[in-house]
Each structure stands twice: as C-alpha cells, then as structure tokens.
C-alpha cells in the first residue's frame, strides 16, 4: 500500500468518524431557529395541566375512580360554558381497531390518547417472546386539540358520544349558548387514522387563526435508548421547498417557511405523520424537540418531547380533516403513499442517499422478498458489491505492486534530496521515476475514493432500514441493534456495558489486512511527519470504540467485506500477478526511457522554472 492509498485510507476512518461523533445529514443553524423556541412551546404548560383521573372504561360511558381536588380545580369548564364550574367528569376511552392498530380516544378533549401497532413487538418484549402489541404512546403521552382566539380550547371539554362502531367514532359538545365542537376519527384498512373537527356557529375570523397543538412522547421500543434517541427528531414536508426537520441528536425548534403538506414525528423505526387534507398555513407554525432531564421519570421509559403548533386550513363547512399514519419506517410501505413520506429516512443526502435509493435497497429487499435470511441477504449484497468492484480492487493491487517494486528508488530519492529547498527538484525526478516505471501513486488512491461512496452509503442504509429489525443471525439476536456476547453489568467508559462480536470480528480483520499491507506504508522522512503505519493500526481499534453499540448488521457488513478483500487479495497476488514478470516489465520500460530521450512535459518543464527561480532567488539573498 503506497503512502496516497494510506491517505485514502485514512480519510475514510476520519469521515466514518464524522458520521459517527455527529450521526447527522448536515449541521443545524442554532440561530436560525432561536427565534422559534417561545412560539413552540408556547402552550407547554398548559399541556402538563391535562385532567387525570384514575378511571379505566372502554367503549363505555361509565368509568371507575375519584379525581382529586387539584385534578377538580383544572377541569373546570372554559369560556365556552356558561355554566359555573363543577366537579370535573370521570375520563372514558373508547376503542377502534383494525388488523394493524388499535387507537384510545378520550372523552375529555376528544383527544387520542393511545396508539399500539398489532403486528409488532417493542424490544423488551420481543426479548421475552411475548406477542403483546408495541405502544408507540400509552394514556397522558399525547395530546391534540385546537385553540381559537378568545379562550376557548377543546382539550378542556368534554365530549359526549353521538355515533360509534369499532372502526370510527365521533364525539361532540354542546356550549350553553349552543355552539357545537364535533370531533371524528375514523381507522381506515391500513395503517392511517382519520381525523376530523367541525366547529358550528363559530366566527369564520376566529377559526381562521385558530390552532392545531399536538404533541407526543414516543415510548422507548427498541434495546438501546441512547441510540434510538440519536436519530429520533420531527420532519415536515413544505410546499415549496420540501423536507426540512429538526436535529436529531439534540435539543432544537424551528418555524416552516411556507405552508406545510405533512409533519413526522420520527423514531428510530416508527413514526407517527400527521398529513391534513390541505396544507398547514405557514401563520404562526412551529416544531421544538427536546429531551428529557437526567431527573426526569420518563428518561429511563420515553424517547423525546415532540411538539407542534399548525394552522390548520378550514374548508366551507367550518371543517377541517387530516390523516394520521402510524406504523414501521419502512420505505416500500412509506412510499407506497405517493406523498413523499419516504423522505425522513435517514440514508444520507445526496450521492450517498441515491446509491441507497436506487442500488443498495432494491437488491437488499430482492433477497428478502425471496424468502432469504435477512444475514445471508447481507452477505451475497456485500458478495456483488465486492464483484462489481472486482476491476477496481485489482487496479488498486496491481499499482500497489508497482509502488512496492520502486519503493528501493523513491527511498533513494528521499535520501538524495533530504532538504527543504530540494524539494522542487525531488518533485520533478520523482515524477521522471513515476512516468518511466509506469507506476503512480494515484492509481491506488482514485480506486479507494470510487469505494469510498458505497462504504458511506451503507454506514446510513443498515441503521436506518426496517428489514433488520429483530431479525436474528448467528449469535445476533437483533441485527438492528448490537449483538451482546457478555454484558457487563456496569458501564465502561467510552466502550460500553457490554461485548459486541461482530464488531471485534470487523476490527480484527481490518488489523489483518493493514498488516498484510503495512510493508507498503512508507515512513516520515521529516521530524514532525506522522507514522502512517501506527496511525493505519490505531484506525481499528477506534472502531471497537465507535461501533460497540451500533447496528450488528452494519459491522456484520464491514467484517464480511473486510474479509472478502483480503481473500480477493490473496487470490490475486498468488494465482493472477506474477511480481518478478511486472517487476522486469518496469526495468525494461525503465531502461527503454533512459535511453530514449522523451520531452518534457509542461508542468515539468514549470516545476523545473519554479526551482530555477527559487534557486536564483536564494543566491540573490545570499548576496544581500
């Protein structure tokens, strides 16, 4: 390996190192979004002020329990009644299912207070092996309600049941003065729950600024909580400029710029998209996500406090309606809504996101529609990666076999020139020597940066993708989350509580082929120049460090690719190159160009002016 491929090389550490330490598409602008903060969270205290009540009923008018006092003062009626205030009502939710979802609405401000995905399992109970049903929110995690200019909002009154039946549900309230609030949601064959509010004899004016608040804490589902809470966030569609979102790893709040098609709230891999039947004004919107405290009861059971505030468009009849999806972050399903949904997952931008897209997807879903484990599917998709970029890797041997042979002649050249001010003239003979033996440092180190796409790709494709979601392999019982051979019990301290296998196997071989390359690596001829050997060797033990808690099926893929090119190595050095006859071809060309004057090229002929100049400038300083 000549020294440009180290340089290659190690570029591709310090940019997996980037993504790793900062795990984000693209920085966010803290001061763009300062300006947003107190309109996101405007209603946040008034939130936390929600009714609780210690009833359990369903499908029911009837519910069991006593409400306290304090719970007594906060639910007095709002400025819609008349009537004066009275002992707050008992909470009731009422049930709708499918064969995907089952969503709670309550009573008390229409508002759905539960959603749980039938077909799926959290973690800790895929652990077990336990069928219960996966809660993306659980009762007092959510709320959704509209506020009108004066007062009046829904989350403080209580709705009387008019129609039901185990797929919709519509809910209304009566004011004194005869103003009607009707809520309906309705659960569709799939994944989407329909939502709609009518307000009757209400001023048009006063529901044109009226305000949709919804905000939502997502329980933990998956093994490991700080991970899922990395690439968890809030993302909206907007008409004119299409996605935008909030940070992922911390807090952080923003207003749309133009009017809004949908809002995410994206998990790890479940997200909850809020989709109205016409675009959210831009008037007043806003997003804030944020943790929790270290103090906080819900650090150690939720991932993060996601909050919005829209305005929402109402249609002729004082309605507006909106589509709620709820279900797996998978792209196929998420696509198949035509409405760009698939545009929150977090497979990259740009070059990277398009390889994800359009390669590394469709072959990967190829072998799972087919039936294949989802760790044989890793290995063949790496298997044709590796074939495809079979011309590439030989081109990258093949040169380094070159830089091996006239390895004794750079050297040379080095000791020959071993000053500063001869380094023009070193440059100039170098290239001579390159231009002769046919050999250059380029052509190792251009093959590494065509590779070095694929290998960002999949760094975001297999955290992201739905299909490894508890899908075992070998040891790895999950392959979206780390596969644990001995779990300490306690902390270590950069590395983790636990040992991750598959991430040893990945640094091991990454060891091995460094080693098996290092007779390459030239030393620093200068003091102060770095050892690209050591710094080659600590490259994969930083990986122990970084990717112990990553994805099984992201180092799965490193080790297996890892493997496959020392093998591929290997294979070319003993079967397809013979050294002695390429060593013999560059003595040969090396002799032919000795005594074959060539002309110089132009840059040398330039580099050669430069070190005239520089020379001539030298004696001149001498002289002074």
């Excluded at 909030?246 to 133009?258: F, V």
Aim: glycine share 4%.
């Amino acid at each position: 390996m000549d020294r440009n491929t180290t340089i290659g090389l190690v570029l591709i550490g310090l940019i997996l190192t980037v993504f790793t330490v900062f795990n984000q598409p693209d920085a966010e602008d803290p001061a763009k979004k300062q300006d947003a903060k107190k309109t996101a969270v405007s209603d946040k205290k008034s939130s936390n002020q929600a009714t609780t009540t210690d009833s359990v009923a369903q499908n029911s008018p009837t519910g069991a329990g006593q409400t306290s006092k304090k719970d007594e003062a906060k639910n007095q009626t709002s400025a819609m009644e008349s009537k004066p205030a009275v002992q707050a009502p008992k909470a009731v939710w009422y049930t709708l299912e499918n064969s995907a979802i089952k969503a709670e609405i309550s009573n008390q401000g229409a508002m759905l207070a539960s959603i749980a995905l039938k077909n799926y399992q959290s973690y800790d109970n895929f652990a077990k092996n336990s069928k219960e049903p996966l809660l993306l929110f659980q009762r007092k995690d959510a709320q959704n309600y509209l506020t009108l200019p004066g007062g009046t909002n829904t989350k403080n009154l209580v709705f009387d049941v008019v129609n039901q039946s185990p797929t919709s549900l519509t809910l209304s309230h009566r004011s004194a003065d005869g103003k009607k609030v009707n809520v309906t949601y309705r659960i569709q064959n799939d994944n989407r729950l329909a939502y709609s509010v009518q307000f009757e004899g209400y001023n048009r004016d006063l529901l044109n600024n009226a305000q949709l608040k919804w905000n939502m804490n997502f329980l933990r589902t998956e093994r490991n909580l700080s991970e899922q809470r990395k690439i968890s966030t809030i993302c909206w569609e907007e008409t004119e400029d299409g996605l935008d979102y909030l940070s992922e790893s911390s807090d952080d709040d923003d207003n749309p710029e133009g009017s809004v098609n949908w809002v995410a709230y994206k998990q790890s891999y479940f997200s909850a998209i809020l989709h109205p039947n016409k675009p959210f004004k831009k008037i007043n919107g806003a997003f804030a996500v944020s943790n929790f405290g270290e103090n906080s009861p819900e650090n150690a059971t939720h991932i993060k406090k996601m909050e919005s505030t829209l305005t929402p468009e109402f249609d002729g009849t004082n309605s507006a309606s909106f589509t709620w999806y709820f279900g797996p972050n998978s792209h196929d399903q998420l696509a198949a809504f035509d409405a760009n949904y698939e545009d929150i997952l977090n497979y990259g931008w740009g070059l990277l996101r398009w390889i994800n897209v359009y390669v590394v997807h469709p072959i990967f879903n190829m072998f799972t529609n087919a039936g294949i484990g989802t760790g044989i599917a890793i290995l063949l998709l790496t298997l044709i990666f590796k074939l495809l970029l079979l011309p590439v890797q030989w081109k990258m041997f093949l040169s380094s076999v070159k830089m091996r042979i006239i390895k004794p002649d750079v050297e040379a050249l080095n000791a020959k020139y071993p000053n500063k001010e001869d380094a023009m003239k070193k440059q100039s003979e170098m290239m001579s020597l390159y231009r002769d033996s046919g050999a250059s440092p380029l052509a190792g180190c251009l093959p590494m940066l065509i590779q070095m796409p694929i290998l960002l790709a999949v760094f975001r494709f297999f955290p992201a993708t739905f299909e490894l979601r508890q899908q075992s392999f070998l040891w790895a019982e999950d392959l979206s989350s780390y596969d644990s051979i001995l779990d300490f019990g306690f902390d270590v301290w950069l590395y983790g509580d636990h040992i991750s296998l598959f991430t040893l196997l990945m640094a091991g071989t990454t060891l091995l082929y460094t080693y098996m390359n290092s007779g390459n690596m030239q030393q620093p001829r200068q003091p102060g120049m770095p050892n690209m050997q050591v710094i080659m060797y600590i490259f994969p033990i930083m990986m122990i460090f970084f990717f112990n808690n990553y994805s099984s099926g992201l180092s799965y893929y490193y080790f297996i690719s890892t493997l496959i090119s020392i093998l591929i190595m290997l294979a070319i050095k003993h079967f397809f190159i013979d050294e002695e006859k390429i060593k013999q071809k560059i003595e040969l060309r090396k002799a032919s160009a000795s005594a074959t004057p060539k002309k110089k090229s132009k840059f040398q002929e330039r580099l050669e002016e430069m070190q005239r100049k520089a020379n001539e400038a030298q004696k001149n300083n001498k002289r002074k």
